[in-house]
């Protein structure tokens, strides 16, 4: 059975107990290598120990760490926001319930392998696409409000700020001063443009700062950063530092600015630009509008110079003739068709009366019928002593067969 005492309420650790379990737990841990921010850094007179805090260059974490002065000078002399990678072990002082860790070895992280570190990121990225050009969204012409990212009371954001206004003096911002220089740089950016990003009134967001170092331009080859911006649905104005300067941020954004005040011109369009270039078509719009005005009258008095246009009647008169002959040609033809058509009928009609039965029994023939109504042709067929019934011209008589 496990001899550990049970941890109930009514028998609680005692404060050195817990302190030094935890001591006890945290003893059994190795040695590890951690990089970061050295801050805070404590040389006291006469003694052998330096203290510092080593903090994290994208978040707001850091942890306190201490080490041998002999290992702290057999480097090149430390300031402050050095970046440094240390292998140290973590120990629990018991006394006052605190967590350090002893450095055994520091490197100082030099600026050639923080470029090696942003090459091989940059490459990554490049991989996955991030810096196709088919994945950049185009700016707004005119947009509704502008979302601006900048140090607090930096003069990157005011050139953003003054020279938007000044080509666009209407044009709105809404404004995010963040830390953009230290360790909570990647964090306070990645919140403001988050949130703007969720903004519907915002249409495209401009993210700057002034120059500076390369070290200090570190948070915006952040990877996380740089990926949240990737994902934005927002398009992206990167204006970082100065020309020379080329942050990854700059690969990642939909138009990168050379200047903070680059970006101030590019965002919105020039105010009297475009009124002059509304003044210069409305003036070729008038030019025009004029010249066909005048092309169609010039036609319409060149058409009004035509006989016809003088003498209108002309077509009424010239139409009457030809109508008149046409009725003329219609009546002729029409009578003739009427002439050909009586002859014939007449013909005809002298045919059928000369064909006509009635005409045989007004010649004097009869029809001789026996009394069913059977027509007698032949003398054989007729018996002595047989009524008969003879049909003439005009009326029927009867007769009986000898």
């Known amino acids: 059975m496990s001899s550990e005492p049970v941890n109930q309420a009514d028998s609680p650790f005692s404060v050195r107990a817990i302190s030094e379990r935890i001591g006890a737990i945290i003893d059994t841990l190795s040695e590890v290598w951690i990089e970061g921010e050295l801050s805070e850094i404590n040389v006291r007179p006469g003694s052998p120990t330096i203290f510092m805090r080593l903090r994290d260059p994208s978040a707001d974490m850091s942890i306190s760490v201490r080490c041998f002065k002999n290992i702290f000078d057999s480097i090149a002399p430390l300031e402050q926001n050095a970046r440094v990678v240390i292998r140290s072990k973590p120990t629990w002082w018991t006394k006052n319930g605190s967590l350090s860790f002893n450095i055994s070895e520091i490197r100082q992280v030099g600026v050639g392998e923080l470029m090696a570190r942003l090459e091989a990121l940059k490459n990554l990225l490049a991989s996955e696409g991030l810096f196709d050009q088919g994945r950049k969204l185009p700016l707004p012409f005119l947009p509704n409000v502008v979302g601006l990212i900048c140090g607090r009371n930096s003069d990157a954001g005011k050139d953003v700020v003054e020279n938007a206004k000044r080509r666009w003096p209407g044009v709105k911002f809404e404004i995010r001063e963040v830390a953009v220089a230290s360790a909570l740089a990647v964090t306070e950016v990645s919140t403001a443009l988050a949130e703007l990003d969720s903004d519907k009134n915002v249409d495209v967001i401009i993210i700057t700062r002034g120059g500076g170092s390369f070290e200090d331009l ?50 919105v369009p020039d105010m009297s630009e ?98 069913d109504g059977s027509v007698v042709r032949k003398a054989s067929e007729l018996k002595s002593g047989q009524r008969l019934r003879l049909r003439l011209a005009q009326g029927e008589v009867g007769a009986i067969t000898e």
């Open 218 to 267: 570190l948070p915006f080859s952040d990877e996380s950063l740089l990926r949240l911006v990737a994902d934005c649905k927002t398009p992206i104005i990167s204006a970082i530092g100065h020309e020379k300067d080329a942050p990854l941020l700059d690969l990642v954004a939909d138009w990168r600015a050379s200047t903070p005040t680059d970006a101030g011109k590019r965002v």
């Open 274 to 371: 475009e009124l002059a270039r509304i003044s210069n078509l409305q003036d070729r719009s008038n030019r025009y509008i004029q010249s066909r005005i005048e092309f169609e009258l010039a036609k319409l008095a060149s058409y009004m110079e035509r006989q016809i246009m003088r003498e209108p009647e002309l077509i009424i008169s010239t139409r009457r003739d030809v109508i008149k002959e046409l009725a003329a040609r219609s009546h002729r033809s029409m009578s003739s068709a009427l002439a050909l058509g009586r002859e014939e009928i007449s013909g005809l009609r002298t045919q059928v009366r000369t064909l006509s039965p009635q005409a045989t029994l007004d010649r004097g023939y009869c029809v001789v019928q026996t009394s």
